[in-house]
């Protein structure tokens, strides 16, 4: 799990064919690896990763084809940014929300306009992801996690201050970019609850006091 409290900034070293899928190797800039060991998880913009070599300013990590396909990791290039998280540990503090670091899908950037000292962005995705994301609600972006202002169909917006943008790969996002999306763990419980015929009945009082309805 994670926070979705960004820790570094690291940039793609090498991206190599493997036996159909790719070993990927990412140079860790700031981030302190002194704690970081064999078969650790480690967040590569938001999607989990586990670490099969480490050193102290690298790690490599093979990536499967389901990973390539569903995640922006198979558009990367050397030299690209990525934000870096590792696993949380019980005793740290959850500055963000509760992160799994398994993507369900990509969405992009739609526009960047200036708000105050802040940045607003706008995202859409698909549908399928769409539904899950609620006003004042998190979503976890590019591993990042942010507070949804408002949602307009498939897509929603989130201010960025300053601090936010300086520290992490979003500096680098451009219209058009694509970025990982993970969806709040809760709505997926919610949606599930609902959808059971045994489930204990979810009130609407429930639903809006959560930003579910």
Known sequence: MFTG???????????????????????TAGLDMADVALGDSIAVSGVCLTAIAVDS???????????????????????????????????????????????????KVVSIVPDGRSLRWTFEVPAGLARYIAHKGSVCIDGTSLTVN?????????????????????????????VNIEVDVVARYVERLLASGDSPRLDEAFLKQHGFA
């Open 150 to 178: 408002e949602v307009d169909g498939h897509r929603f917006g989130v201010n960025l201050i300053p601090h936010t943008v300086e520290h992490t790969a979003f500096s680098a996002r451009r219209p058009g970019d694509a």
């Open 5 to 27: 409290i960004i820790q570094s900034v690291g940039r793609i070293a090498r991206l190599e064919p493997r036996g159909g899928d790719v070993r990927l190797t990412v140079d």
């Open 57 to 107: 300013a690298s790690f490599a990590a093979d990536v499967s084809n389901e990973t390539l396909a569903h995640t922006t990791l198979g558009k990367h290039k050397p030299g690209d940014p990525v934000n870096l998280e590792k696993a949380l540990r019980l005793a740290d503090r959850l500055g963000g929300h509760l992160v799994s670091g398994h993507v369900d899908g990509t969405g």
